[in-house]
Nanobody, 124 residues
Framework: QVQLVESGGGLVQAGGSLRLSCAAS????????MGWFRQAPGKEREFVAA????????NYADSVKGRFTISRDNAKNAVYLQMNTLEPEDTAVYYC????WGPGSGEGSVYEHWGRGTQVTVSS
């Protein structure tokens, strides 16, 4: 079992940057592939980025490639999402998720554990 808590959200102007963090508690964090997902008002949840258990392989949605970077620190039980060149379309609640023994999938249904989310608002 792992518990996830996101932080780092906030209000930023278009073109700005934010860094989201996800702190994990519980056992064997390194056994989990980690993902970031987001949900905007009135829209379905969508995949943003994922990282493999060892942190070597990453996977991004086309909409964030070149702007967002996912990373993890297994020694600190944490995963991060560096978001640059933010756009109003990035406004959403961002969720951290964990997939035991997973490869770092973009499919949300395979993730067993989810945080409560952190709000990101990008003003134009």
């Amino acid at each position: 079992q792992v518990q996830l808590v996101e932080s780092g959200g906030g209000l930023v102007q278009a073109g700005g940057s934010l860094r989201l963090s996800c702190a994990a508690s519980g056992r064997a964090f390194s056994n989990y592939a980690m993902g970031w997902f987001r949900q905007a008002p009135g829209k379905e949840r969508e995949f943003v980025a994922a990282v493999s258990r060892g942190g070597v392989r990453t996977n991004y949605a086309d909409s964030v490639k070149g702007r967002f970077t996912i990373s993890r620190d297994n020694a600190k039980n944490a995963v991060y999402l560096q978001m640059n060149t933010l756009e109003p379309e990035d406004t959403a609640v961002y969720y951290c998720a964990a997939d035991l023994w997973g490869p770092g999938s973009g499919e949300g249904s395979v993730y067993e554990h989810w945080g409560r989310g952190t709000q990101v608002t990008v003003s134009s």
